[in-house]
């Protein structure tokens, strides 16, 4: 009989991230809406604050890794950046569309419309989401050592948009979305900020668990398919 | 439900459905590539098998 399937590296850590992202979600889950005060101002709407505002960050933070992951590529010529880069590249994407759909509600809810095309945030994190879905648009279109080098480059390029969104409210003059976090700090009371933290470092470990998972699928993947040639050569 | 309630409702209930089916698909991936490394060690097996009853037949001509 031959050995059991061999380990594949990163199962470990996708496995500790899984775990820390599932206990920090329930936790900031509680927390927002059991122990978090309510706000004065808009109630029970606000509690989208927390999850809307900590996966926009982890969505950003998700295309710096795939900028830092393209530089890397571009170095190094290792396929392993170029997978570390698209898996990025898709978890962003997918909390990027979790922001606009709950940013969506919660501007219906508080401003009586689902979206107001003259508020800069708006529609400058519109055109980042656009520019990252238009990277799997050219990784489809090229092939091989082409798609991973204009793909690094990509990531490079399309993380510029990233500054574009994040200051564009704060330099516009006139704006309906609001700003919480200025350089003076945040506008917030202690109890809020806390849960909202908690909810960041949820998002934070839940982006990581799904990229050490992707990651692993890969690997796996690229495992098989080595396995498969020598088994055929054989 | 009052009427805020239900837009907070509707973001989170958003926001866990697409993660979970991301969950879902990734682990649909995995659990795809661990039947395919199964059927490769049944191949294994087999073809070791085999070479193993061809070089008893050989030892015993």
């Not at chain 1, 996966?55 to 992951?69: R, T």
């Not at chain 2, 698909?25 to 070479?51: I, K, P």
Request: with cysteine; hydrophobic share 55%; charged share 20%.
């Amino acid at each position: 009989m031959t050995d059991g399937p061999a380990r594949v590296p990163g199962q470990r850590a996708a496995a500790i991230w899984g775990v820390l992202a599932t206990v920090l979600v329930v936790v900031s889950s509680i927390g927002v809406f059991l122990v978090a005060p309510e706000d004065a101002d808009q109630g029970i709407i606000q509690r989208i604050f927390y999850f809307h505002v900590a996966i926009a960050i982890a969505s950003l933070v998700a295309f710096a890794v795939a900028c830092v992951a393209g530089i890397l590529q571009l170095r190094t010529r290792d396929e392993r950046w170029d997978d570390v880069g698209e898996a990025s590249i898709r978890i962003g994407l997918l909390f990027s569309v979790l922001v606009v759909i709950t940013g969506s509600i919660w501007a219906k809810a508080s401003w009586g419309t689902w979206w107001v095309w003259t508020d800069p945030r708006l529609v400058t994190y519109l055109i980042v989401v656009l520019i990252y879905a238009a990277y799997f648009v050219l990784r489809s279109s090229v092939e091989d050592d082409r798609r991973m080098r204009y793909s690094a480059i990509y990531a490079i390029a399309g993380f510029a948009s990233v500054p574009l969104s994040f200051y564009s409210v704060r330099v516009a003059e006139s704006f309906v979305h609001p700003v919480v976090f200025t350089s003076s700090g945040a506008n917030m009371p202690g109890s809020m900020l806390w849960w909202f933290v908690v909810s960041q470092a949820a998002m934070i470990c839940l982006f990581v668990a799904l990229l050490e998972l992707d990651l692993l699928g890969r690997r796996s993947e690229r495992a098989l398919r080595r396995l498969a040639m020598r088994l055929e050569s054989a | 439900m009052s009427g805020g309630a239900q837009y907070v409702v509707a973001a989170y209930a958003v926001i866990w459905f697409l993660v979970l089916a991301y969950v879902v698909m990734l682990g649909a991936r995995t659990a795809r590539v661990g039947r395919q490394v199964e059927a490769m060690m049944r191949m294994l097996d087999r073809r070791d098998a085999e070479r193993s009853d061809s070089e008893t037949a050989e030892d015993r001509t």
